[in-house]
Structures are given as C-alpha cells and as structure tokens.
C-alpha cells in the first residue's frame, strides 16, 4: 500500500535538494538560458551530492533508490525555479532502462557516469511521423552480419548535443513473423552516419531540441539493449519513469508560480488591505495548492509501484499522474500571472516565461488526449476510435 506520509529520508531528501536548488534559484537558469548556455555547474553540484544517481543500484554509483526519490529531487529544484529537464531523460529514463535490462559490460560503462554527471545519455523515440507510437516507428535496424544497421528519424530530441550517446528506438523485424517489434540501442553521438539538426524553439529552455538522421548507422552486436523479443517490455519500462518524471517537474514549477504568487498577494496592498485578503484571489490560490498537492499524492503512489516492479499498476497511475499534473501546473502558473497582473509579465518577477513552459507538461511526452484515450480503454474498458 502506498505510503501517504513521507518516510523521514524523503523528507530530508527533500529538503536537501530544496537548499541546493536555493542556491541556484530561477535567476541562474534564466541566465542560462539568455547566454545560450547548459546548466553545467547545477549538474555537476547535483550529480557530486549523488541526486542525478539517486534511483541506481549502489553497485554501479547510484543511491540505491528509485523513481519515487528521482521525482522528489527533480520537484523540489522545480519548486526552487531550476528544474533539470535532463533529469527525466538521462538517469530516469536510460538510466532505468540499463540497470534493469542492460548487460554487465553496459550497466559498467555507462550508469557510474550517469550517476556522478560525467556522463549524459540522450533518449530517441519520438518521430514526425509517428509521435511517441511504437506501433508506428520507422527507423528500422537491419542486421549486418553480426552488426547492426539502423536509419530512421526522430524529432524533438532533449539534450543531444550534451549527450555522449543517444537510447533510439527502432523497430526490427521479427525472425518467425517478420512482423517489426520495437528494440533498443545505444548509439554513441559520434556514430558515422548519425547527423542532428538543432530545432529553432520559440519556447526558451537550456535543453535544445533536436532532429536526428541516421543514415545506415554501423552499430556493434552489443550495442542493443536488453532482449531483442522483449523490446516493448523494456521501452515501456522507460515510458512510465518518464511521465512520473514530468509530473514531478510540473508539480515543481507550478509550486514555484504559486509561492511567488502568494508572496505577492500577502505585501501587495490597494484599498488599504492585501489582495489576498481577498477571496477573488485568495481562492484560485487555494485551489491551485490543492490541485498540485493531489497531483502530488498521485505521482508518489505511481512511483511507488514502479519501484514496488508493478508496471502495469504504475502504467495507469503514471499516466493519471502525468495529466492530473500537467493541468494543475497550466493553472497555477495562469493564475500566478494573473495575481501580479503587469507584474507577472515583466522580466523581474520571472513568470511570464512560465506560461508556455508550462504547456509543455500537458504536450510531452505525450498529450492528454492520448492519456484520455488510455484510460478510457485500459481502465474504463471502453472500445477504441483508432
């Protein structure tokens, strides 16, 4: 059963990671971000104080926990206005997906440098054909002897020009079927035949976007992750970290709107009085906390039955916990704006940029509309449109 009170090691946690993100704070990323440049001094400190790597078997560098404490350091630096998106790619996603499926040689080469921060993994499904539909990927990987060929494309791609290696998903045929099953395969930034194109993005984040071409990429045996006929199995043991993931990242950022909206509301005063005094403003306020800390209480118990190995049962929460998540998020950044009305559109209050990353949590990694669908035919048992 999901625990509803932190253990004490959460707690600490928590506020650990909150006093590092303090240290930071929202001006540091916003510099960042104008300069063009990376978080690389935020990562570094992260990753020397064992946050990157909290979710890794000891045994490799890690902590030795989970998702359910990854989501808690990737919240509480949102809640303090420099969340590290890269959090949800590297360690949770391939991170995840290596200790749990990879071999020893590449459990040893690449999760102690994802651990430490040395280390950056990238991860490819997304395609623009495609979306996120592993039933509807292109890129291929033929073999070559006792290599791998893969060409396809992706779009859309987090962090590739930081990343030592890029995770792509890529379908291969099936030797009784011949039917494509998805699979697996670390493919170094290096590669020959592995191009990428920065993305121009009108949203504003020190993770770059980008689009990947890759071109008959020669690929060595022990480059595929896993097994290569249970390849669904291990993607989606990525997919639902990932959505846990960026439910802890909108629930940070919208607790970071919101302190700021309600700090404003208690000193600014017309009519000889707060507003948020006012219930006009006080309320919405209210509801937004309440929305986020059941968001909250959703994203813990998918963590919990991830790490607890029910993947199915963390399949439903996760992706509830993703929704519930993301509008919570949209709504208390809106309304954070609207208290501080101009304020919350000029450059000190720091707002302003919020409201389109915040959609961002209802867009990727994947929508809610296809979160509405999933739990219409998963939970609801209801017949499918498409």
């Known amino acids: 059963m999901t625990a509803l009170i932190e253990s004490d090691e959460h707690k600490a946690l928590r506020a650990a990671v909150g006093a590092l993100g303090r240290r930071y704070g929202r001006e540091y990323i916003t510099r960042i971000v104008a300069e063009g440049a990376h978080p690389e001094e935020l990562w570094a400190d992260a990753g020397k104080l064992g946050y990157l790597g909290v979710n890794l078997p000891e045994e490799y560098g890690g902590g030795g926990g989970g998702i359910a404490e990854l989501s808690i350091v990737l919240e509480e630096l949102g809640a303090a206005g420099c969340p590290l998106l890269m959090l949800v790619v590297s360690p949770a996603i391939c991170g995840t997906v290596i200790a749990r499926f990879g071999t020893e040689e590449q459990k040893r080469q690449w999760l102690p440098g994802i651990a430490d921060g040395s280390r950056t993994m990238a991860f490819g499904i997304t395609e623009p054909d495609a979306g996120s539909n592993s039933h509807r990927i292109t890129t291929t990987a033929r073999r070559d002897g006792a290599d791998w060929l893969l060409t396809g494309r992706k779009v859309f791609i987090s962090g590739v020009d930081i990343a030592d290696a890029v995770l792509i998903v890529g379908r291969t045929a099936d030797a009784r079927t011949g039917n494509l099953k998805p ?63 960026t439910a802890a990242f909108a629930i940070g950022m919208g607790r970071y709107a919101l302190a700021k909206a309600v700090e404003y509301a208690r000193e600014r005063s017309v009519w000889k009085t707060p507003i948020g005094a006012h219930q006009a403003i006080a309320h919405p306020l209210a509801q937004a906390h309440i929305d986020l800390e059941l968001a909250r209480l959703m994203t813990q118990k998918a963590a919990h039955l991830y790490d607890a190995g029910d993947d199915t049962g963390a399949g439903e929460a996760a992706n509830m916990a993703k929704y519930a998540a993301g509008e919570a998020c949209v709504k208390a950044v809106d309304q954070a704006v609207h208290t501080l009305g101009g304020n919350g559109l000029t450059n000190e209050f720091g707002l302003a940029s919020l409201i389109t990353a915040a959609r961002v949590a209802r867009i990727a990694p994947v929508s809610r509309e296809m979160i509405l669908n999933y739990v219409s035919h998963q939970t609801l048992g209801l017949p499918k449109s498409y």
């Open 183 to 245: 699979c697996l395969f670390i493919v170094p930034r290096d590669a020959e035949g592995f191009t990428r194109r920065p993305i121009d993005m009108e949203l504003k984040a020190a993770e770059k976007q980008f689009e990947l071409v890759l071109d008959d990429v020669r690929l060595p045996a022990d480059a595929l992750v896993g097994d290569e006929d249970a390849g669904l199995l291990q993607l989606f043991a990525g997919l639902n970290p990932e959505r846990v993931m």
